[in-house]
Every structure is written in structure tokens, then in C-alpha cells.
């Protein structure tokens, strides 16, 4: 099985996908993915090293009060930006666990108790999300624009957001670290 093929047979549920260096702008650049869903239906992730980079409604969440510190805001995609989604690092009734040690979803008791529990749980709050068609991703896949690797927590909950990409890379070794350290800004180099 060539490595192509085998990175391939891993476009599953609680993949990173890695954006390849050919995306060179818009919210994919330099953007991991944590695949949620993955069938013959299409595909549906979550970015998880975005920071929003919009105002977001009063109504929505006062930041102000909330009282657990493991909770960050991020932009998960493109589609839907005015949706939120939760990813949590407990296993719940209410939750779709997609990789040991994160789960996606949860009823609202659940996301009210652990964004006011001093001690809660490590929660990302993703504002939109990103779909694939039928096809679509194993196409972008095989045309070069995602590496893909095994989801991790550390990733997820642990690593800062300015770090994800590199560090992926980093550990997937070989060519992948040598592009992780491509700087951002070609001119400065």
C-alpha cells in the first residue's frame, strides 16, 4: 500500500485534517480540522486552532461571566457562523464522543454547569462549522491540499492556537516537518 493510499484509508471520524501549504489564504490557511463525521454521505468538521475574528452578539455568551477557565472560543468553519458548537473533554449522555477524551454536543444543562464551574470541564465553544459533499474531501485530499493524521486531545484542549499546525506537523516527521517551519511570511525570509 503506497502512503498515499494509506493516509487515505484514514479519512475517518477523529482525523486531523492539516491544511497543506497550497492553501495560501482564507479561514483554511494553516488550519487543522477535527473530523466529527465521515460516510459516504459527505463529511462535516470542526477547525480547532482559529480564533474568532468577529464581534459576537451580547445575547450569545458573556465572557465576563464565565466562571471555568478552560473555556475558549474558536471559529470552526465557514458554514454558519452564527452556530455554536461544543467540544468537551467528558464523556456525557448527551455527546457524540469522537476521540478518546473529546466529545462534540451536550444538552444545555450540561454546557450551563461547566461554563460556570470554577473546575469544569476543558470546553470549546466553535461558532460555525465546515461540510464536505459526497467526494469533495477525498478529491481535495488526493489533489494535495490536506495531510492527514490521528486526533488527538493534546491538540485539541492542550496546544495554543498559534502553535497547532507547526506542531502536528512537527510530530508527523519526514517532509511534514520540514514544511512546518515554512514561516507565514515569505518575505521575512
Not at 452564527?82 to 467528558?90: G, K, S, Y
Not at 470554577?118 to 477525498?138: C, D, H, M, N, V
Not at 514544511?179 to 515569505?186: A, H, K, V
Request: charged share 25%; net charge negative.
Amino acid at each position: 500500500m503506497t502512503d498515499k493510499a494509506k493516509e487515505y484509508s484514514q479519512l475517518t471520524k477523529g482525523t486531523f485534517l492539516i491544511s497543506s501549504p497550497e492553501i495560501e489564504s482564507g479561514i483554511f490557511y494553516r488550519s487543522v480540522i477535527l473530523l466529527c463525521e465521515h460516510n459516504l454521505s459527505g463529511s462535516l468538521g470542526l477547525i480547532i486552532n482559529k480564533d474568532i475574528d468577529f464581534e459576537l452578539g451580547e445575547n450569545i455568551i458573556e465572557l465576563e461571566d464565565l466562571s471555568n477557565p478552560n473555556v475558549e472560543l474558536r471559529a470552526g468553519g465557514p458554514v454558519q457562523m452564527n452556530q455554536m458548537l461544543v467540544l468537551h473533554d467528558r464523556e456525557e449522555e448527551q455527546s457524540n464522543s469522537i476521540i478518546k477524551g473529546v466529545s462534540l454536543g451536550g444538552d444545555l444543562e450540561f454546557l450551563q454547569e461547566g461554563l460556570l464551574d470554577p473546575e469544569g470541564p476543558k470546553i470549546r465553544l466553535l461558532f460555525g462549522y465546515s461540510t464536505w459533499a459526497a467526494g469533495q474531501l477525498e478529491k481535495e485530499f488526493l489533489n494535495g491540499m490536506w495531510f492527514v493524521c490521528k486526533g488527538s486531545e493534546k491538540y485539541v484542549f492542550e496546544t495554543s492556537v498559534d502553535s497547532v499546525w507547526r506542531e502536528i506537523l512537527k510530530e508527523m516527521g519526514g517532509r511534514y516537518a520540514s514544511l512546518s517551519m515554512i514561516p507565514e511570511d515569505l518575505s521575512l525570509n
